[in-house]
């Protein structure tokens, strides 16, 4: 059974930094592009990220990018999401999302974590 | 960024009925090569992460219940609930992935009337 957590949310202050993890079961993580998406409380959703099986191609979205650094470890089967100079409007819960091959064109996401929230206050 | 535009917001529909939700794209993302319409469904229910529905615009996800359907291509999709049935309550999102950003329409909340 495919399964990812994240973890690493909480409470941060502005301009604060956070580094989300999500640990990958139940499939062959190595072989798989992955992504960040994003929800705002009571919001819709928001892609951040992708980054393909062996890190050679990242993308991200305009509204994080200098912001955020998407990367992986394969050897620990583990997604990251580093995150820098955090505001209020990054308060949102942020999910792993993984796609269902690590091929160009196939960006939407097969499987989800349940998320995990990040809240950004003073 | 390709914008996409959901419709209605939200929608009320009596147990058994014909749900429909739209989903409009600011510029095609039918992939000509291919002839795919590079478009996924997902339900999202309260305090759960989305669940993918459809993609390529009309192939349903396994184990997705068959009264779901997805039609529609270019810059025009549907998602149809033949018979909406009372776990259905949820908010729906169309996603483009034809291109970064991959965007989301803003959601359709689903209510039982």
């Known amino acids: 059974e495919v399964q990812l957590v994240e973890s690493g949310g909480g409470l941060v202050q502005p301009g604060g930094s956070l580094r989300l993890s999500c640990a990958a079961s139940?499939?062959?993580?190595?072989?798989?592009?992955m992504n960040w998406v994003r929800q705002a409380p009571g919001k819709g959703l928001e892609w951040l990220s992708y980054?393909?099986?062996?890190?050679?191609?990242?993308y991200y979205a305009d509204s994080v990018k200098g912001r955020i650094t998407i990367s992986r470890d394969n050897a620990k089967n583990s997604l990251y999401l580093q995150m820098n100079s955090l505001r209020a409007d990054d308060t949102a819960v942020y999910y792993c999302?993984?796609?269902?091959?690590?091929?160009?064109?196939?960006?939407?996401?097969?499987?989800w974590g349940q998320g995990t929230l990040v809240t950004v206050s003073s | 960024d390709i914008v996409m535009t959901q419709s209605p917001d939200s929608l009320t529909v009596s147990l058994g009925e014909r749900a429909t939700i739209n989903c409009k794209s600011s510029?095609?993302?039918?992939?000509?090569?291919?002839?795919?319409?590079?478009l996924g469904w997902y339900q999202q229910k309260p305090g759960q992460p989305p669940k993918l529905l459809i993609y390529w615009a009309s192939t349903r996800e396994s184990g997705v219940p068959d009264r779901f359907s997805g039609s529609g291509s270019g810059t025009d999709f549907t998602l149809t609930i033949s018979s909406l049935q009372a776990e259905d309550v949820a908010v729906y999102y169309c996603?483009?992935?034809?291109?970064?950003?991959?965007?989301f329409g803003q959601g359709t909340n689903l209510e039982i009337k």
């Open positions: 999302a993984r796609d269902p091959y690590d091929s160009t064109g196939y960006r939407y996401f097969q499987y």
């Open positions: 996603q483009q992935y034809y291109s970064t950003p991959y965007t």
């Open positions: 139940g499939f062959t993580f190595s072989s798989y592009s």
């Open positions: 980054i393909s099986s062996s890190s050679s191609t990242i």
């Open positions: 510029q095609s993302i039918l992939y000509t090569s291919n002839n795919k319409n590079y």
